[in-house]
């Protein structure tokens, strides 16, 4: 019993720090098919999300999915705090080293605690092996304990920089896409502007950034949890954004830069692939056609009467709709696997922008009065 003992305890120390390195440490996705790490959050997202449908559809519900990634973090780093205590414990154990004046064998329960102390270096002293064996186990848990810790700590403020970063894009396209952002809302404003270049370095930025959301959240794919600020933004849909609004300008659009277009739309699409793959949302078709042919057809009559030029000879939706083929089904399957609302490519309705809103308005509407004006009216 106790070598079998022993030897789940070497087991479960090797699994468990495999595991965080994995997780923390190694700078690209890990391959395992099965990881402590991976079953762990896919176990766990499948009882939070069922919890999530007890609540409306609406704010509510939203605060209670963005608990999930910081709280799932956090108990993360206790299960495998608890598995390396508790195998420490159990080496303890199957080798029945007597600990302080004691000669009989130690209990499992004060390996457990021997093992605690030593791990988040208490040093109480009430016990303590008095064996080299014993003695040695104590001084490699506490060097492992300190490290451990060490390595948690560093490894919080490099998860929070990613997700800063992968914030500040999303707000951005609050004011140039809307909230939720579309590719729609996009286009118009841009065609106020009367300068289809301005787009370039926006397209840029964009590239850049689904880049950036590919390498983050592969190395991180806690990252995906993590909710915006906002409950009418996300990373999804502003990837979705992104990928419309390059679609619409290679079907509809002539005298742009293609070439700027079309590697900012394999960026993204890399990006919505992979994540699709790593975890493992299977594409699907979406429940609710997000772009109806004859909404699309009076799209490119405004963008006309607003002086962005664009081709709506024959079936102008045929070649988007192609492109669309390439990405939305990935899109679809993130969306229902993480409960995000995948936003339309063209809005029926405009909402006003976050940056229009303020609970501030509602409370005290002498104070920030903000003109009514139509949503996108202040870019003409």
């Known amino acids: 019993m106790r070598l079998i003992a022993a030897i789940f305890g070497i087991a479960n120390i090797s699994l468990v720090l495999v595991d965080a390195f994995e997780a923390m440490v190694l700078p690209r996705r890990a391959t395992r098919r099965y990881r402590p790490a991976r079953l762990f959050y896919r176990s766990l997202w499948i009882f939070w999300r069922i919890a999530a449908r007890w609540f409306r559809p609406g704010a509510q519900r939203q605060h209670f999915l963005s608990v999930f990634g910081p709280l799932s973090l956090l108990a993360l780093f206790a299960c495998w705090v608890a598995g390396l205590v508790f195998s420490f414990a159990l080496f303890h154990w199957s080798l029945a080293v007597p600990l302080g004046d004691e000669s009989s064998r130690p209990s499992l329960a004060e390996c457990l605690y021997l093992s605690g102390e030593t791990f988040f270096t208490l040093g109480y002293g009430d016990l303590a092996p008095t064996a080299w064996v014993g003695r040695f186990l104590s001084v490699l848990e506490s060097g492992m304990g300190f490290g451990f810790m060490a390595v948690v700590i560093g490894y919080l403020p490099v998860l929070y920089q990613a997700f800063s970063r992968r914030e500040l894009v999303i707000s951005l396209l609050d004011a140039r896409a809307g909230s939720p952002p579309t590719a729609g809302e996009l286009l118009r404003r841009l065609a106020r502007t009367s300068d289809v270049s301005k787009i370039d370095k926006l397209l840029w930025e964009w590239e850049t950034w689904s880049a950036d ?134 809005a029926d309705e405009v909402p006003a922008d976050n940056w229009q809103r303020s609970a501030w308005l509602e409370r005290a509407p002498g104070i920030g009065y903000l003109p009514s004006i139509r949503t996108g009216d202040h870019f003409s």
């Open 213 to 346: 959301l590919l390498e983050s959240q592969l190395s991180f794919p806690v990252l995906a949890y993590y909710r915006s600020q906002h409950d009418n933004q996300s990373w999804l849909a502003g990837l979705a954004a992104i990928l419309d609004t390059c679609s619409v300008l290679l079907a509809n659009v002539p005298g742009i830069d293609r070439h700027q277009v079309q590697i900012t739309f394999a960026m993204a699409r890399h990006a919505a692939v992979d994540l699709a793959l790593i975890f493992r949302t299977p594409p699907c078709e979406s429940a609710n056609e997000r772009l109806p042919a004859a909404r699309f057809q009076q799209f490119l009559e405004d963008l006309n009467t607003f002086g962005l030029k664009v081709d709506s000879s024959g079936s102008p939706s045929e070649s988007l709709n192609e492109l669309r083929r390439m990405y939305e089904p990935f899109l679809e399957g993130l969306a229902a696997y993480f409960l995000f609302e995948l936003p339309p490519i063209i």
